[in-house]
């Protein structure tokens, strides 16, 4: 049978009652199915010895050695606390041993007894001591014996809810993988013998109860890979989402023709091509679902809200979502200043709003009087109901979890959605990750400006660049001093924003006026800030990287990032993008400590090297995997459960490959080979 096809019950696994079935129910696991597909959250590895005190180095903070007690004692209030002192019969390390709420241990653990403990053991002020720990008798012979009987094997950690217990859980699941019988390949034969892949009843099976570190790495890969391949499968066959509303006409209106042409400068090729592609879906038969990308300053919103207007014009309703309060309501401000005088209304809606206020707005939303709404999250709060919601924008999308995009879509009926990303996704995960999605890209920059020149700068070479800076505020520029940390949290080898900036405001720049900005400062003290230093009267901020999100000040020539080699590539990316955004040219100073490694430099020097934020991000999930790209998975981005998208990538992209040439082959899935595939789909 395929795994999908076990749906029995699990109360028919002994031991499995009302209680525990509805303990597992909370899991959302009620079938043979979802029980086994459950994957452990962790293993404990008690396959070979672990002395206490060894916790300092490698091995973790486990323990799994045998010890001698020395002494059991009662504590707190009603004696329920036992206090249990252990010796390891290797090395004789003490360690306290905790037992809150566990009084029986003190009836069934014996001073002088010998013990096999395995244990989380931390380092608590001098000694060493463990809360989390499990204690059974061996007998003093059975010592000799020792490793054999210390080796358990890798053992599976599982959520767990209610009274399910690890035990519990393990007994359950070693019941379902026996009442489950062979479980099925789903993954043709060739592909399989192609990228040995272990059987997928073998990979359940050692998932749960890995027999050694190899066979559990094997066994992940067998199950990610059919899960990708699954993945890419459904997308490319999912039959397109049909409109329910009249799309709307290719051709543009005059109002975006007299839009475009009211702007101070010409649309680059690229925003151009963009408009045309996104035009093109929202008059085809689907719902768009289009995903634009483009480098930090190539004018991405503005195709946004142009596309926009083209929907407007079309009677429809728009809503904007940006991932910040502070970036909502700056878009929010260019958009006023854009639309002025079209007579499209705009309005911005954030949590803050509240009482009158929100009613007004949200009665005028309701009405269709708002044609464009710009927020954050609050664009999708229960009381918000739109009359006619057709087109939906999403800033930084990454940032938003799939739910939270979905609630915002079901405010509308079938809506195009444009996704606006300037974390450049690398091609081979763009094209896995968004098998059903069109991409759009933005290359060039806007004409007339000039590429930001990076230094890389080390201790010595400080002076200059403070000078460097100084010289581009004379001439009337603003500069920002990025920082990792607010203050000197007891740690004085960071540099952090509040000394930095006393250090630059009475030393470096007493003629200039700078000020601070960080996530701790009220929201409205950061606007008022940000709004200052955009209309010129500060020349320079000293912050966090709160200025890395989409912060947008022309004038602004330099960027100066310290501890640099703690940032992620394509986050100083990010941040150097706050810079050359306009016909001025800009320079981003890098500042490293001494300490650095040789890898750490040959990774800033990328970014001197390139100003291609796509380059970049390949260089990045070269050098260190999609670290900023992992973003992607916290944020729920994709649902995996095995297949990792800091691991997987070129498993990823054959898998994807595979599929591919399957469906061109043979679109039916009628072939001896790809059989299993159409079985598979037809079991679900
Ligand atoms: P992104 O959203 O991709 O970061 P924006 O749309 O915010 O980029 O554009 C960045 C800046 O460049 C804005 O000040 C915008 O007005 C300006 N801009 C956009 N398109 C062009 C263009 N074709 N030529 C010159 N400047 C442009
Ligand atoms: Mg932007």
Redesign the pocket.
């Known amino acids: 049978m395929f795994i999908g096809e076990l749906r029995q019950d699990i109360k028919n696994l002994t031991g499995v009652g009302k209680k525990t079935r509805e303990d597992y129910a909370k899991l959302g696991i009620s079938t043979l199915c979802d029980l086994i597909s459950t994957t452990p959250r962790g293993y404990e590895d008690r396959s070979h010895r672990i002395c206490i005190g060894r916790q300092n180095d490698d091995d973790g903070c486990w323990t799994n050695t045998f010890v001698k007690v020395e002494s059991v004692s009662e504590f707190g209030a009603g004696r329920k606390n036992t206090k249990i002192i252990v010796r390891d019969t290797e090395n004789n390390r003490k360690a306290f041993l905790m037992g809150f709420n566990r009084p029986y241990l003190s009836k069934t653990v014996f001073p002088g007894g010998f013990y096999h403990l395995y244990a989380n053991v931390t380092v608590y002020g001098t000694g060493l001591t463990s809360s989390q720990f499990e204690l059974k008798a061996v007998r003093e012979e059975d010592l000799i014996a020792g490793d054999m009987l210390l080796d358990q094997g890798i053992l599976p950690v599982y959520p767990l809810s209610g009274t399910l217990t690890q035990k519990s859980f393990r007994r359950d699941m070693k019941a379902a993988l026996a009442l489950a019988g062979r479980i099925d390949d789903e993954i043709p034969q060739p592909l399989m013998e192609k990228y040995r892949l272990m059987p997928l009843d073998s990979a359940f099976r050692e998932i749960h109860f890995p027999t050694s570190d190899k066979t559990l790495t094997e066994a992940r890969r067998s199950l990610a890979f059919r899960e990708v391949f699954y993945l890419q499968l459904d997308a490319k066959r999912r039959p397109p989402v049909e409109r329910k509303r009249r799309a709307m006409p290719e051709s543009i209106h005059a109002a975006e023709t007299d839009f475009i042409k009211k702007l101070p400068f010409e649309l680059t090729d690229d925003q151009v091509k963009v408009l045309q592609e996104i035009r093109h879906d929202m008059s085809g038969a689907e719902s768009m679902s289009r995903l634009l990308q483009g480098d ?1 300053g190539s004018g ?2 503005l195709v946004a809200w142009i596309s926009a207007l083209h929907a407007i014009c079309e009677g429809a309703q728009v809503a904007f979502m940006a991932p910040t309060e502070l970036l909502a309501r700056q878009h929010a401000q260019v958009a006023d200043a854009l639309f002025q005088g079209t007579g499209v209304s705009v309005a911005f809606l954030n949590g803050e709003v509240h009482g009158k206020p929100r009613q007004l707005l949200l009665d005028q939303l309701k009405a269709g009087n708002i044609d464009l709404l710009i927020g954050t999250h609050a664009l999708f709060s229960k009381d918000v109901e739109y009359r006619n919601l057709r087109y939906v924008i999403i ?1 930084e999308q990454h940032r938003f979890g799939v739910e939270q995009r979905r609630a915002l879509l079901e405010k509308g009926i079938d809506p195009d959605v444009l996704l606006m990303t ?1 974390t450049p996704i690398p091609r081979t995960l763009a094209l896995t990750v968004f098998g059903n999605l069109n991409v759009s890209t933005i290359k060039t920059m806007p004409k007339g400006r000039l590429p930001v020149i990076t230094y890389l700068v080390d201790g010595p070479k400080r002076d200059k660049m403070y000078e460097a800076v100084g010289v581009e505020m004379k001439r009337g520029h603003q500069a920002y001093f990025v920082y990792p940390r607010i203050d000197d949290e007891g740690n004085s080898d960071l540099r952090d924003v509040q000394t930095m900036y006393e250090f630059l405001s009475t030393k470096k720049y007493p003629e200039f006026r700078g000020t601070l900005i960080h996530s701790r400062l009220p929201e409205d003290d950061k606007i008022r800030i940000l709004n200052d230093f955009s209309a010129g009267k500060l020349d320079f901020l000293v912050s966090t990287s709160v200025v890395e999100v ?1 912060i947008d000040v022309p004038n602004a020539t330099c960027m100066v990032v310290e501890h640099s080699e703690n940032f992620g590539l394509s986050a100083l990316h990010q941040l150097r993008g706050r810079v050359g955004r306009s016909s001025l040219q800009s320079w981003c100073f890098l500042a490293y400590e001494d300490t650095i490694t040789e890898d750490g430099k040959k990774r800033l020097s990328v970014l001197r090297r390139t100003n291609d934020g796509f380059e970049i991000a390949e260089e990045d999930l070269k050098i260190r995997g999609p670290g900023e790209l992992s973003g992607l998975r916290q944020s729920g981005f994709l649902h995996l459960k095995y297949a990792d998208l800091e691991k997987d990538v070129s498993m990823m992209s054959m898998a994807r490959d595979e599929v591919d040439r399957i469906l061109a082959s043979d679109p039916g899935l009628i072939s001896l080979e790809n059989s299993v595939i159409r079985q598979v789909l037809a079991s679900r």
């Open positions: 930090v991405k919103t800033d300037a989409g």
